[in-house]
């Protein structure tokens, strides 16, 4: 079940056992959350299935009963139901927005559906700045009036048209939010340069399941013809390609042996082939992958978006090559601060050399168990894993962020064979 104990908890990790068995996984956080928001479009009740028991999945819950949906949320069983029936309030409650960052894929379909929304802005955070220019210079060009204030966006559209749209970036949650807009639009709208993370075309599927015309999924231009009601349906959330590649990290790194069930490959393309590079020996499955440990051998990468080298398994790659021989290099271009976990991982023992957004990695390095604390869902991760090589015993701190992205982490830990718990910050502090 989801933990719902204090954000003060640490997890204490020592390391040194390798992880032997199965790890069944979630659907994806980054889909769920933008499946849940889509149902603010449903005229009646959608029915979501594998929602991931993640933190972020009660907060979104929250958000849509803040603008009167009906939200049955029952996690034990990865079950949502969204009733949305009646018309919702074009203003989510601040206090849940501001918990969580995909909270800002409600904007789109409230304005799609109600043509109008008032939004608190996700802030900055550790990794990098989370603007939202694209999505505001996108829902302008349909047509809407925006006025954005120092803390909130506010959206009327008297109209909602198709427009041609072109983004600076293939950004994730501007292509989500475009499409949710545009989905229930006038018109026609193109969106080219979208981005086309798995993630994204399980939305889309799910939205045309639901009557929505789109073409071009999972390609960088999506033609949209806007329809007047989208109707209810049932949808399982896709398969966790980050959790996936972060479990498959953990076996490989701890010189392990494990299949990793519920995953589509297809969606790892590049992340496994950089592990293979690495060494590490992977069969594929249908919706499986058996991982197990080789010599591990330093690889370049760079990050970027699908189908590039995702950011979100970036500290976990790093981790990874701390332990190859010799030196790989890796350059981050998606978020700007996105190696704030070097410094915790350095501590530990890593010989990591940061210029800008390239790293230059230099191993083996043998680490050492230290503090870690992890600022944002991936460090969290990373700081986890490295415990898991290290010699003697690793407290990862701030694990409140983990909770966010990876359902029942621990005991799936456990249940591998690592030698982790979960305790109260005080239990380490006294
Ligand atoms: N950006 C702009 N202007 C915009 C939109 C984005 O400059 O209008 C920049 C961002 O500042 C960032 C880059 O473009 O530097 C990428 O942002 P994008 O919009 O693609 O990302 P996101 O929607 O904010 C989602 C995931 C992230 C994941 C990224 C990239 C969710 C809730 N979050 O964020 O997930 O890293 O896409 O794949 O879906 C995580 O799970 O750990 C996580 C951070």
């Known amino acids: 079940m989801l933990d719902p104990t204090s954000s003060t908890d640490v997890f204490v990790v020592r390391g040194g056992a390798p992880l032997?068995?199965?790890?069944?996984?979630?659907?994806?956080?980054?889909?769920?959350?933008?499946?849940?928001?889509?149902?603010?479009?449903?005229?009646g009740t959608l029915e979501l299935g594998a929602i991931p028991r993640i933190a972020d999945v009660p907060v979104m819950a929250e958000v849509l009963r803040g603008i009167g949906l009906g939200v049955d949320l029952d996690l034990a069983n990865e079950r949502c139901t969204i009733d949305a029936s009646v018309e919702p309030?074009?203003?989510?409650?601040?206090?849940?927005?501001t918990r969580i960052r995909a909270s800002i894929s409600c904007l789109g379909p409230l304005v799609?559906?109600?043509r109008r929304a008032r939004i608190a802005l996700p802030?900055?955070?550790?990794?990098?700045?989370?603007?939202?220019?694209?999505h505001v210079r996108g829902l302008m060009a349909m047509g809407a009036e925006v006025e954005?204030?120092?803390?909130?966006?506010?959206?009327?559209?008297?109209?909602?048209?198709?427009?041609?749209?072109?983004?600076?970036?293939?950004?994730?949650?501007?292509?989500?939010?475009?499409?949710?807009?545009?989905?229930?639009?006038d018109g026609t709208t193109v969106l080219d340069n979208a981005a086309r993370e798995p993630e994204i075309q399980d939305l889309c599927r799910m939205l045309v399941a639901m009557g929505a015309r789109i073409d071009g999924i999972g390609s960088p231009t999506l033609e949209i013809e806007g329809v007047d009601r989208l109707a209810p349906i049932s949808w399982e959330t896709c398969?966790?390609?980050?959790?996936?590649?972060?479990?498959?990290?953990?076996?490989?790194?701890?010189?392990?042996?494990?299949?990793?069930?519920?995953?589509?490959?297809?969606d790892l393309t590049l992340p496994l082939l950089k592990l293979r590079s690495a060494g590490v020996v992977i069969e594929e499955g249908g919706d499986s992958l058996r991982v197990k440990a080789g010599d591990l051998d330093p690889v370049d990468f760079v990050t970027l978006p699908y189908p590039g080298f995702p950011t979100d398994l970036q500290p976990q790659m790093m981790v990874l090559l701390t332990q190859a021989e010799g030196t790989s290099r890796c350059t981050e271009n998606v978020f700007e601060s996105r190696f704030s976990f070097v410094d915790e991982l350095a501590r530990m023992g890593a010989d990591i050399q940061i210029d800008g957004h390239h790293a230059l990695i230099?191993?083996?390095?043998?680490?050492?168990?230290?503090?870690?604390?992890?600022?944002?869902?991936?460090?969290?991760?990373?700081?986890?894993l490295a415990g898991l090589v290290a010699r003697g015993t690793t407290v990862v701190r701030d694990v409140h962020h983990v909770?966010?992205?990876?359902?029942?982490?621990?005991?799936?830990?456990?249940?591998?064979?690592a030698d982790v718990e979960r305790v109260p910050a005080s239990d380490v502090d006294a």
């Not at 309030?89 to 927005?97: G, N, Q, S």
Request: hydrophobic share 45%; proline share 5%.
């Open 20 to 43: 032997r068995g199965t790890v069944r996984l979630s659907g994806a956080k980054n889909s769920a959350l933008k499946l849940m928001a889509a149902g603010i479009l449903c005229d």
């Open 89 to 97: 309030d074009w203003r989510p409650p601040r206090d849940a927005v």
């Open 112 to 114: 799609g559906r109600t």
């Open 123 to 134: 802030g900055g955070d550790k990794i990098g700045a989370r603007r939202i220019e694209m």
């Open 148 to 185: 954005e204030r120092a803390d909130e966006v506010e959206v009327v559209a008297r109209e909602l048209h198709g427009a041609i749209l072109t983004l600076d970036f293939p950004s994730v949650g501007a292509t989500e939010n475009l499409v949710m807009a545009a989905v229930l639009a």
């Open 239 to 266: 398969p966790d390609r980050i959790e996936a590649g972060t479990y498959a990290v953990a076996a490989a790194l701890t010189g392990g042996d494990v299949v990793i069930e519920r995953v589509r490959p297809a």
């Open 362 to 384: 230099r191993g083996p390095a043998p680490l050492v168990g230290a503090t870690f604390t992890g600022l944002d869902v991936r460090a969290g991760a990373a700081g986890t």
């Open 403 to 417: 909770d966010r992205g990876y359902a029942d982490w621990i005991p799936r830990l456990q249940a591998l064979g």
